[in-house]
Structures are given as structure tokens and as C-alpha cells.
């Protein structure tokens, strides 16, 4: 039963979230019948499953939320703003309840029925009241609530539940409910017996036929009926009181509970529903990430097996050994590269919770933003999305609050009311690339140059460049801020965005144009886990650098090379010069070679020049945190466990090339 509750909730939240991004999608644009079909599918089947699931409250608030789909599914209502909102309201108060049920179990919420009450009124253009305490509701939660009054409308409702039913399907129990929202006038069945040859011990060969009273719409009757009976035909038709006999003493029901606005669902839709939802079940499996993470681990383990299988090599192994050893390493790079897909998402896993966000924050401030996502099909290690979660949220708010302007600064500019805000994701060179970018006033470097010498960080003689005046906007408590914000705040927090980052073995970027908008851009690993790497030699300890890094190598002296002030060195690679970084001196060691390899690497279009002693050659290595083992040192990204059981630092090859074009830039000012 536990796996099927944990299976529930995985389901439960993915629906809500599908509910949540379908809205917003009909907000910010022009509704299609496909798109409000899949909101109306997202919120029948989480109905159906809490209703199995035995979450009573849960699924009868998401039958009232269906009324209001069905409305716009087949009514073609249109989604205004106030009923948009409500309607996300709903969203949040179903996650509510959801997350309350892990505790609490089978919880309602006092909210619920006005809610629903607000939804429909907003649908039929009416004033959007919330009834007085006093004043109980129709459907207020009492035990064997009253009866109806005597003005309440009446109808005729032929029932016929499916031909098949399952063990869980009891048709007498839901009329029995019925009572619940009202009164059941007359009650007849109809049977339709067949021959006993033709009898199946499953089927259902009989209907009812009622008249029934009720102060609802004619859609929550149906929608009960119709909750758990999947096929079953429900007609509902309008009687004149009048004709209709004195009404008969109500059977005894159980505790009255908030009933629902649902709407009914054809059968097209659910059949559509239930294929969908049968094709995905045989196509994916859930696993639990704590498996996929045992099952990463092992591999790890197995990828440095594998090498020192491969470094245990030498002249007197024979060809056969060398054969089955050479085969065993292609079958080791193969499981590394299918467990790593295991383990890879789709960045919209992230991404489709800002668009919300952007719309809260953005109407909270009194402005307009367009929120747009591009390449949310990258693929990132899961570890490194919900890691992103963080940065990213502060980002986008701070785009919100500080970058896009309100409407009339924007109209006085010359720029559309509505400001832009562009999420973006895309692969390369190994690395992913997460790019947030606004149209918004951009940053004010002569304010932030300003702050910085009231901290005294640098003095009125100072001209630093604009990456240098980005950078200070990650130290902590740097901000420009007139006024504080309750939401953001540039350099409030960003320090923190920094550190998220790097932790991850990535960085972060800044650029900006005054009054045309910034942008932040994020590098991160594709994965935390394997890598393909060079190994460097230095001193007879071994380094390893990102293979995707490396562009070239050359030897030392083949080089043409000039020196600035005795401290910092460049070298000429084919008529440019780029920055030479010693890698004896920058780990510490003495360094007195004037021979050796230079190896050329690359991040982003800036290059470094690395002085080694040698190249170990190729593999592939496990990378393993020196946060979580030691602390973060400054220049190398990790360290990994080599074929003889050595351990090798992993470079950091964003740092080092920031370091060294940091330098240079200093002296060639100085200069």
C-alpha cells in the first residue's frame, strides 16, 4: 500500500503542475480546443485517482474545478483574468490539500465551497461575492444535511452504469449519495435482462430512473454519478414541479461533505484518456531516484575498476586478454551512458514552475511581463535541476522586480508596456547553458562603481571595467537598492546565487546594456557524476582537465612568449596572444622548467595557455566532490580516484581562464 500511495502522490503532483501550466498557457494565449482538453483530462483523472485513493475531499473540490472546465471546454467561455486567477487559486488549494493528506489524511478546507462558488459566478459574468459567515451555503458540511427547500428545481435523471462492473463499483451507493445534495423524489428500476444464455456474471442489466430535487446543477449530479463508473450513461431533464408527486421520506445517508461544481466528460475524452494513459503506462516505469542513485554509485565504481584493469596492462598480456579488456571497456563506457540518460531530465522540469511565479510577482508589482522558455527539451542531471531551483528563482525575480520597468517608465521610453523576460537552456561543449535575460533598464554600473567605494572596495581613481563591477553584485550585502524590496533585491541574496552555482561545479556571467536589459548566464556541468578527461602531469602528480576544454598542445618552446611586468606572462598562438598560466606555480610548487607542453584551453570563446610537464592521456573518471570531503578550492572542480588508486585533482577551467583574463586585464590597465 505504500508504494501505491508514494505512486499516487508522484502522479498527483505531476497532474496539479500539468493543471497549473495549461492555465497559464490559456492565459497568454489564444485558447485551442486541445489545450483545454488537456486541462479538463489533468483534472478528471486526478479526481478519478483520489477517489481511489480513498480522498474523499480532494476529489469531490476537483469535480466543482471540472464544472468550471467543462464550461470553457464546451461553452467556449473565455478565461478572463479574475476567473484565471480563481481557478489557480484552485490549483494551489488542491496542492494544499494534497501535501495535508501526507499528514492529516482526508482533510477538507473551509475555503472550498466559496471558491467554487466565486468560480461560477466569475463564468456567468456575475460579481464575485464571498457569502457571509453567517449565511451557511447550500451544501454547508452537516450530518444529513436539511432537506431542500420547497422552490427547488426538480429533474428527471436516467442512470444506466456500465456494462461492466468492477468489485469497487457499487451504482445503489452512489444514488444512495445522491441524498446528500438534495432529495430523491421517485426511484425506479428498469431492468434489461437478456436470455440466461446470453447472461455475463459481470454486467449490470439494469437502470433507475428518479425524479430528483435539488438545489445544484444538474453537472455535480452528474459528475457524482459518474465518479466512480467510468461508461456509464447519465441523461438529466428539467420537470415542472408541479406535476410531480409530494416528496417521500429520505433513506438515511452518511455525513454531508462539500460537494463539487463537476462537469460531465463525453465519452470521446475519456476513452481518449484512458488509451493515453494505458500507452504511457507501458512505455515508462517509476523508480525511485535513491535506486538510480545505488545503481550511478556502482558504476562509478565499476568505471575505476575498469581502469585499473586498463592500467594493469603491460608487454607480457596477451592478445586475448588485451581483446576481452579492450571489449570489457566499450561495454563500461555503454552502461555509463544508458545509467546516465536514467538519470537525466528534461529542463521543463524546472522551468514550467516560473511561468506562475512570473505572473504572481509580475501582478504583485503592477507590471507586465511576457515570460518566455526556449529549449526546455536540454537534458540535465536531476541532481543539478533541483539544485537549480534556488538560483534561478532569485534571477527571475530580481528580472521582475529591478530590471523590467512598470508600464508607463516603459511607454515613456519608447518600449512596449508588456517587458519580456526569456528563459533559456541549450547544450555545449559538455556543459549546459542556462541563460536568463529581461529587455528591462539593465544595470546602472556608474550606481554600482559608486557602492563600491562607499564600501571601499576600490577608490574615486579607480576605473574599473563593467566585469569587474558585475562581479561585486555577488559579494554579500552588496546592493544598489533605493528602497528594500520584499522580493529582491540586486546583490541582496546574490552572493548566494553565485555560491548555489559554483557548488555545482559551474559559474556565472553578467552582461548589460543600460536601458536595453541584462543577462545572466549559468554553466554547469551536464552531470555530476562521470566525465571524459585529459590527464596532466606536473611534478609527478596527475591532473585531470575536461577533454571538451582542450583545443590544443604544443611545445613550450616552439612558442613565442612575452612577459608584462615579470608577473604576468603571454604567449603568441598563431598571431594571438593568450594569457600562460604555470600549473607548477599555481598548485604551490617550485617552478623552474623553461621546457615542457603547453596545452590551449577553451570556455566560451577565451582561451588560457597551461604550462604542464606532460600528458597521461585520456579516460574517463568519476568526479567526486571536494565540498562534501574537504572544502572548495579555488581553480579545481573536484577530484577523482585514478587506475593505481591515486587521487587527481580536477580542474576548473572557467575559474582558471577568469583568473588569468582578470589579471591581465588589471596589469594591461595599470599599464
Known sequence: MDSLIQLFYDEANEMVEGMEQVLLALESGEPDPETVNALFRYAHSFKGNSAAMGFTHLSKFTHGLESAMESLRKEQRPLTPELATLMLQAVDLIRALLERSRTEGDVGDPTSETLLQQISAALNGEPIQTPAPSEPSPNASEPNGDAPEPSAPQYRIFYQP??????????????????????????????????????????????????????????????LLELTAEGAEVRIEPVQQASEPTPVAATPTPAQTTPPEPAPETPSVASATAAAATKADSQSIRVSTEKIDALMNLVSEIVIAQSMLTS??????????????MQMERHVRDLHERVMAIRLLPVSYLFNRFPRMVRDTAAKLGKKVNFEIEGEETELDRTLLESLSDPLTHLIRNAIDHGIEPPDVRRQQGKPETGTIKLSAYQSEGRIYIEVRDDGKGIDTERVRQKAIQLGWITEHDSPSDETLYDFIFQPGFSTAQQVSDLSGRGVGMDVVKRNVESLGGSISVQSKRGEGSRFLLRVPLTLAIMDGLGLTVADEHYITPLTAVVEAFQYESLQHTALFDQH????????????????????????????????????????????????????????????????VPGFAGATILGDGRVALILDVSDLIRRAHQASERLTAVA
Not at 177 to 205: N, S
Not at 592 to 620: H, K, P, R, T
Request: hydrophobic letters at 40%; glycine letters at 6%.
Open 312 to 325: 594493469a596492462q603491460n608487454a607480457d598480456t596477451d592478445e586475448r586478454t588485451r581483446a576481452a579488456i
Open 162 to 223: 456500465a456494462p461492466t462492473l468492477s468489485a469497487e463499483h457499487d451504482p445503489l451507493q452512489l444514488l444512495n449519495e445522491l441524498q446528500e445534495y438534495g432529495q430523491v423524489i421517485r426511484c425506479r428500476f428498469k431492468e434489461q435482462i437478456p436470455p440466461v444464455a446470453q447472461l455475463k456474471p459481470d454486467a449490470c442489466y439494469g437502470g433507475w430512473e428518479l425524479v430528483y430535487a435539488t438545489a445544484f446543477e444538474p453537472a455535480i449530479v452528474r459528475a
Open 569 to 632: 606572462e603571454m604567449v603568441n598562438v598563431r598571431g594571438e596572444f593568450i594569457p600562460l598560466v604555470r600549473l607548477r606555480q599555481f598548485v604551490g610548487l617550485p617552478d623552474n622548467s623553461q621546457d615542457g607542453l603547453v596545452v590551449v584551453l577553451e570556455q566560451e570563446g577565451q582561451q588560457i595557455a597551461l604550462l604542464i610537464d606532460s600528458i597521461a592521456g585520456q579516460q574517463q573518471v568519476v568526479l567526486k566532490s571536494l565540498e562534501e570531503n574537504f572544502t572548495r
